[in-house]
Nanobody, 118 residues
């Protein structure tokens, strides 16, 4: 089992920045491919970003590319999502996820709310 806990969400004005963290425990963090997803009210959950086991490869959705940066610190068992130039459309609950490979996420956090005001 892997336990994931997100933090860092909040209310920010458009154009502002937030940094989300995802702290992992329970298993060897570096064995897991990690990802960020989000779900806005009335919408399906969507992929935001993902990062490979070592952090050498990253993936982004077109909607956040160039504004968000995913990273991880395997020594701290933590993944991050730096969100810049936030827009109201980024408002959602953000979830982190862990899996043994990309797209095969087995574990999910409880989510953290991000609200961007116009």
């Amino acid at each position: 089992q892997v336990q994931l806990v997100e933090s860092g969400g909040g209310l920010v004005q458009a154009g502002g920045s937030l940094r989300l963290s995802c702290a992992a425990s329970g298993r060897t963090f570096s064995n897991y491919f990690m990802g960020w997803f989000r779900q806005a009210p009335g919408k399906e959950r969507e992929f935001v970003a993902a990062i490979s086991w070592s952090g050498s490869t990253t993936y982004y959705s077109d909607s956040v590319k160039g504004r968000f940066t995913i990273s991880r610190d395997n020594a701290k068992n933590t993944m991050y999502l730096q969100m810049n130039s936030l827009i109201p459309e980024d408002t959602a609950v953000y979830y982190c996820a862990a899996g043994l490979s990309r797209g095969a996420y087995q574990y999910w956090g409880q989510g953290t709310q991000v609200t961007v005001s116009s």
